[in-house]
């Protein structure tokens, strides 16, 4: 962060004098204390706060009046000091200047645009003035900084703590803030976002994904007009499902992978946001994003601390290919849980079984992972509940011990008979759900989601627990704990959740006097409680993100678990497309790739397809014909022979499925001595030409040399790739190489190789 050092001294002079407002407050000297901010705003020096990254910087500047705005945010300057005179640029004489930049935009005394915080005081003032007190910068480590920028109201003793934390090599800020007062009385916050950005663009082109079961992730581009554009959510106990938290904002023009300015940005949180680009008057664009206000009036008592969850964005001038790297690397080393570790593959029994199976069908599939060489079986949904079974998705959620017909053994047997198989065990829970059929439901509705006084609505035949219940915490926590506790040797959990909140009415907030627009916020605060106490107990065990495919998709969880489900469709054309869409944002290695039988390709183009990312199966095995069992073993032993590659290289994604017959992307490790290359093709029509045309390669080191080399054959097929030849990696990014994809070859995995 720079600062510019003659002003640094009167960052002192500021905040005492915010202290000495507050207690002229106290003697509630109203006259007094106007002449008072008239002197203040004379002694008020301009600030330049900027925060940089390695090629990136936010400017933020104050005003005459001591308002911090920003001023700047794209490409970092050479010299910093020139960073003081770039409001001369620009000419927004009206009387909202100084308001329509703010930092943080308050609500209630003249700003006309959308707010950043709105709140009541104790007395039932409506209004909010932030000022500039104060700034410091932390240094974690040589890569990481974190920036606090105070803001106090001139009248009331209210503050704002800005937060920007910069991974420097990653070009990613994550930025939040602490909202705190000492107000005689609670203050209701009606709006309290993390972030409020400003954009001195004149043109916006924004893409953003929405969909639903089975169909996440579907991208629409958009160029923004005047006015507000909202993405947001209210499904309560998840973010996405239709709309995720996640963008790529373009300026000036739509970016391409590797052109253009671009900044991708996401709310770490799992549970309702809303994120509104507003262009104003001026073609500039206010970016506040944050918590939903929806619903959720927040009070806050005095000298609480409310923290808002980080909105975590990058920027690129160089397209959406850089923006993605750069998200990618961040979340592998700072974000995901184990995001630089390994993986495990695995046989999940969904559907290859539902919810039809024993323990005698259950231990017969172990000898199908150890036969198709991945590392864990996942034991899936149904196999818990005694008085209200779980034979299918209509019962027995709550009741979290062994269904004594179908496990008679328990789940120990089970344990026991995968290693003896030469197997991990892992296994299915949706711990934060009830099905009203369930014995937990008839003990304890108190702890149930649900209108007390109307009919109860359903999402899939269950409802949500109430987590803002400390109680309810320690049950969810319990069931994880329980397992573990039993089964030291479980080396795998698929966490799924598959309702929203539907009638939501807490009856512990109730109980408890606390007002019910808590409730969306305190259900998420309450989930990152239990993952917290579970990951202090248990840091290690990987865990997949699931909710009926990509409903609960966002980095607040994430840091919690080791990968996501992205979609209940396994179909592989269509996973092309939601992968490739999620590949924006999330690594491969977070990305849960199965392969089945949802759809009728072949089964080297559906495993092909689930390579891209973390590769799993869920098939019977033992109906494999025999050439497709020696095919899918062949493809288990290449994928640990490559897939370090896919978990930490860099991704470039080479020709898209939107706008070319097939998609084609790569991974390359970061010594640039190996690559694989992926492409499948999409558009299934006769006489298409995807086999005409090379493919320009990527993200290789010029100077190399490199062996192009087909790999993942199905059994009895030759590659139309002449093995070799060797070429500089100056020919396969200038010239390409043509995988061959057709309606014969409708996949093609390649490895680039570096030759000495
Ligand atoms: C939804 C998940 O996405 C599926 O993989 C499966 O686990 C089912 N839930 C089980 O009910």
């Not at 397209?319 to 998200?327: I, T, Y």
């Not at 198709?372 to 009741?399: Q, S, T």
């Not at 992205?566 to 490739?580: G, H, K, Y």
Request: proline share 4%.
């Amino acid at each position: 962060m720079f600062i510019s050092p003659e002003k640094k001294c009167l960052a002192n002079i500021n905040s005492s004098s915010v202290l000495l407002f507050s207690s002229l407050f106290r003697y509630k000297n109203m006259l007094l204390l106007a002449s008072v901010l008239v002197s203040f705003s004379l002694l008020a020096q301009q600030q330049t706060i900027a925060v940089e990254t390695k090629d990136n910087a936010l400017v933020l500047q104050t005003d005459k009046e001591n308002r911090l705005g920003i001023i700047y945010f794209g490409k970092r300057l050479l010299n910093s000091g020139e960073y003081t005179g770039i409001t001369q640029q620009y000419r927004r004489d009206n009387d909202n200047k100084g308001i329509d930049n703010n930092v943080y935009t308050p609500a209630g005394t003249w700003n006309l645009l959308e707010p950043a915080i709105q709140v009541t005081h104790a007395d039932g003032n409506k209004s909010l003035e932030l000022l500039y007190v104060s700034s410091s910068v932390t240094k974690t480590d040589d890569n990481t900084k974190l920036t606090r920028v105070s803001l106090k109201d001139p009248v009331y003793p209210f503050e704002v703590t800005l937060f920007f934390r910069t991974w420097y090599n990653e070009n990613v800020i994550e930025q939040w803030s602490e909202i705190k007062h000492a107000e005689k009385k609670a203050v209701v916050m009606e709006k309290y976002a993390s972030a409020n950005l400003y954009f001195t663009n004149t043109k916006y082109y924004l893409t953003h994904f929405h969909g639903g079961w089975a169909t996440e992730m579907r991208p629409e581009e958009t160029e923004l007009t005047a006015g507000i554009k909202t993405l947001d959510t209210k499904l309560g106990a998840r973010a996405d499902l239709f709309q995720p938290p996640t963008f790529a904002l373009s300026f000036n023009k739509p970016a391409t992978e590797d052109e253009g300015a671009v900044m991708l940005g996401t709310l770490a949180w799992s549970g309702n946001y809303k994120i509104d680009f507003e262009k104003d008057v001026y073609d500039h664009l206010r970016v506040i994003a944050g918590i939903n206000p929806y619903a959720s009036a927040y009070t806050l008592q005095p000298n609480q601390t409310f923290t808002t969850p980080g909105f975590i964005y990058t920027y690129s001038g160089n397209g959406k290919g850089e923006a993605s790297r750069n998200l990618h690397n961040w979340a592998r080393k700072y974000r995901l849980l184990d995001g630089e570790g390994k993986r495990l593959t695995l046989l999940n029994n969904w559907e290859a079984t539902y919810f039809d199976f024993d323990e005698n069908k259950i231990v017969s599939l172990f000898k199908g992972a150890k036969n198709l060489g991945v590392d864990m079986f996942l034991l899936d949904d149904g196999w818990f509940a005694n008085k209200y079974p779980r034979n299918d998705d209509g019962a027995g959620l709550g009741d979290w011990q062994e269904n004594k017909k179908k496990l008679p053994s328990g789940i120990g047997y089970l344990v026991k008979e995968a290693t003896k198989a030469g197997v991990k065990f892992g296994i299915w829970v949706e711990p934060e759900m009830v099905n009203p059929k369930s014995e937990l439901y008839e003990r304890h509705i108190d702890w149930v989601l649900r209108e007390p006084q109307r009919p109860e609505h359903y999402y899939r035949n269950q409802l949500v627990l109430d987590l803002s219940n400390p109680e309810v915490q320690n049950f969810v926590y319990g069931v994880l704990d329980t397992l573990f506790t039993k089964n030291p040797e479980l080396a795998f959990i698929k966490w799924d959740c598959n309702a929203v909140i539907f009638n939501a009415h807490s009856k512990y907030l109730e109980n408890n006097k606390m007002p019910q627009s808590q409730l969306y916020v305190d259900y998420v605060k309450g989930l990152y409680k239990v993952l917290q106490r579970l990951r202090a107990k248990y840091p290690t065990v990987p865990m997949m993100l699931c909710s009926g495919g990509g409903g609960r998709v966002d980095y607040g969880a994430l840091q919690y678990f080791t990968e996501f489900w992205p979609s209940d469709n396994t179909d592989a054309l269509e996973r092309i497309f939601i992968q490739w869409n999620y590949s924006y944002f999330y690594p491969a290695i977070a990305t849960c790739n199965h392969v089945t039988d949802w759809s009728k390709y072949p089964l080297k183009y559906r495993t092909d397809v689930a390579m891209m990312g973390k590769l799993g199966f869920d098939i019977v095995v033992d109906q494999l014909s025999e050439k497709d069992l020696q095919f899918a073993q062949q493809a288990v032993a290449n994928y640990k022979t490559f897939s370090d590659v896919v978990w930490h290289g860099n991704l470039y994604r080479l020709m898209s499925p939107y706008e070319d017959d097939f998609a084609s992307l790569m991974y390359v490790n970061d010594t640039k001595s190996k690559a694989i290359v992926f492409n499948y093709l999409s558009n299934f029509r006769y006489a298409l030409n995807a086999s005409v045309q090379p493919v320009k390669l990527k993200g290789l080191n010029a100077k190399k040399r490199y062996s192009v080399t087909e790999i993942n054959l199905y059994p009895g097929t030759k590659s139309a790739i002449k093995a070799d030849q060797t070429f500089s990696g100056d020919y396969l990014m200038a010239v390409g190489v043509n995988p061959g994809v057709d309606l014969r070859h409708t996949s093609v995995i390649l490895e680039v190789d570096e030759v000495n």
